[in-house]
């Protein structure tokens, strides 16, 4: 990523295969991150299978395109843009994956298994906690990755708002808003909250390669 | 020869077990009489709440006078006579050995597996050293012991789980909330094993308790044992807005806390965890409660069931821990045999 980035002069986030690439660097720095504190690295082994899966989809044939010509934008604001809401795509998941592990604990607490007791996954709060703190990280790096992206030069005959990429991001932002102000004026918690935030990005991964193919923007 | 004898929770009850204890101060003392009679070449004593026990380097050729001579040494020290009976147990090599390498595994503990008798054996051996009291014999078993207690440790689940319906509720708190010092436990009812378990989450580090009984007198009672205060039985509604563990052990025939109870008290909560442990029989939390978000309900079967689990666990276990002990014995017996033939100067290995 890095010789690539130097190569272009520009973030490396320019065809889905870097863009793959760089949500996993920002997930396993976020796993790196959580880490320090030794009772939260558990949870790389959750987000293990998810860099494997993210990985491999990187990989599939047709997804790493060589751009052809001059790029239609350039700049420090698309870096700004690309490398934003892609960290914010990490933070979401990582948020993800913290709402996964509470739920697992949730549902072997509330069976009164024994493996509730024995397991080595951090506290139900904590997880709680770290899912919150990382959606709230998550979607302010998407908002100023969203604003940077507005502030970007308009292409003549195209509509922002027309193109399917942006309003599957302003939907993927209100999803986030909505589920950021439920938590925080109608309590939100628990189990309601890591369904919401797991659902979330369930949605954002289904649903990511799809936008990115039919955007005109973002795949010319 | 190395032999041991003493009294355990096994063999003897408390009665006759404290008749024998050695105060922490006296123990080097005691080595030094014990060794002076001629007969004991090094020695190590282990006095805890649940075993008294002697580890000592007797005359190879007769291991009967080495149990003889600390016989009568414990007899005079403790001016009380040694029971002769099963309940005084004598054990030559390999046996001694062998108890040894369990009572260091906390196999042969009460509850199985804990880790405390390690490092009470730790104790033990680091007081005899120090005053000189050991040799190369009892050198290379006891670090041998503790190898193999270490291995144990890490190589099977024998130490894990909780075995006490206290310690079981301390497990899911643990398992339910970032950090047990923020955590104030609140008990509705005054009973033994509520507080029991109290204690167990005060002794992991809660913050503190609030009780509220129907007598007022056992609350305060209960208040001051367990350095916490006392509150009028009508407040604990009021209390459990704030506090995140509750545990109810009340007389009452019926539910002291319904559903319908907890709704508007869990609003008031604004979505935070609460772990209600309910001891009593009949129990005083109805049961459907647990259905709601972030309440976590146990009574007390269901964490008897969890400690019976843990023990199951433990149990299963066993054969591991006697393996590795075996294998570790094995290597050290082997060791000493061809040192004994002056072949070798080093450790026999042992299987990994």
């Known amino acids: ?220 | 020869m190395i032999v041991a004898l003493g009294l355990s929770h096994h063999s003897s009850p408390v009665e006759l077990r404290e008749r024998f204890a050695f105060a922490e101060s006296r123990i080097p003392e005691a080595l030094q009489i014990l060794r002076r009679s001629g007969n004991i070449e090094e020695a190590v004593i282990l006095s805890t709440c649940n075993r008294v026990e002697i580890y000592a380097v007797a005359g190879d050729s007769d291991a009967s006078r080495g149990f003889s001579t600390v016989r009568e040494f414990l007899s005079e020290f403790h001016k009380h006579e040694a029971p002769h009976g099963p309940e005084f147990y004598t054990l030559t090599e390999p046996d001694s050995l062998r108890h040894l390498f369990r009572v260091a595994a906390g196999l042969d503990s009460m509850v199985m597996g804990e880790t405390e008798i390690l490092g009470q054996l730790k104790q033990a051996y680091q007081v005899a050293l120090e005053n000189g009291h050991t040799g190369a014999r009892l050198n290379r078993a006891f670090q041998r012991a503790f190898q193999a207690a270490k291995q144990i440790r890490t190589e099977t689940k024998i130490q894990r789980g909780c075995v006490s319906v206290a310690s079981a509720a301390v497990g899911l708190a643990e398992h339910i909330f970032n950090s047990l010092a923020d955590q104030e436990v609140l008990v509705i009812g005054a009973g033994d094993t509520s507080e029991k378990t109290a204690r167990a989450l005060l002794s992991r580090g809660a913050r503190g308790v609030v009780v509220a009984n129907r007598t007022g007198e056992r609350s305060e009672a209960l208040a001051a044992t367990l350095g916490g205060r006392a509150i009028p039985f009508e407040n604990w509604e009021l209390e459990m807005e704030r506090l995140d563990i509750v545990i109810s052990s009340t007389s009452s025939p019926g539910y002291v806390l319904d559903r319908a109870r907890l709704e508007p008290i869990l609003k008031r909560r604004h979505g935070r965890a609460l772990l209600l442990i309910d001891i009593a029989v009949p129990r005083d939390i109805d049961p459907s409660i647990n259905l709601l978000d972030s309440v976590y309900l146990y009574n007390v079967d269901d964490l008897q069931g969890i400690a019976d689990d843990s023990l199951r666990q433990r149990r299963e276990e066993i054969e591991r821990c006697e393996a590795i002990i075996s294998d570790r014995l094995q290597g050290l017996l082997v060791a000493h045999s061809l040192r004994e033939g002056g072949l070798f100067f080093q450790d026999a290995p042992t299987r990994a």
């Not at chain 1, 959606?135 to 292409?155: D, N, Q, S």
């Open chain 1, 1 to 220: 990523m890095f010789l690539r980035g130097i190569s272009i002069n520009a973030c490396p986030v320019n065809n889905l295969f870097e863009a793959m690439l760089f949500v996993c660097w920002g997930l396993v720095v976020a796993c790196l991150a959580l880490g320090i504190s030794s009772r939260l690295r558990f949870i790389a082994a959750f987000a293990s299978p998810l860099l494997f899966a993210m990985g491999v989809f990187a990989l599939m044939p047709a997804l790493d395109t060589v751009p052809t010509g001059a790029p239609q934008f350039s700049g420090w604001l698309v870096s700004i843009h690309a490398a934003m809401i892609l960290l914010a795509y990490g933070a979401f998941g990582m948020a993800a994956v913290s709402a996964i592990m509470f739920l697992t604990q949730d549902h072997n607490l509330k069976l009164k298994k024994l493996s509730a007791v024995l397991s080595v996954m951090p506290p139900i709060q904590r997880l709680e906690r770290v899912s919150s703190g990382l959606v709230v990280a998550g979607f302010v790096m998407l908002t100023l990755g969203l604003l940077a992206g507005a502030g970007l030069p308009r292409p003549e005959g195209l509509s922002y708002f027309a193109d399917v990429k942006v309003k599957w991001s302003a939907l993927l932002w209100f999803a986030y808003c909505a589920v950021i102000l439920c938590r925080w004026r109608f309590d939100l918690a628990g189990r309601h909250f890591a369904y919401a935030v797991a659902g979330v990005f369930t949605f954002l991964l289904l649903t990511f390669w799809g936008t990115n193919l039919l955007s005109s923007l973002h795949n010319p």
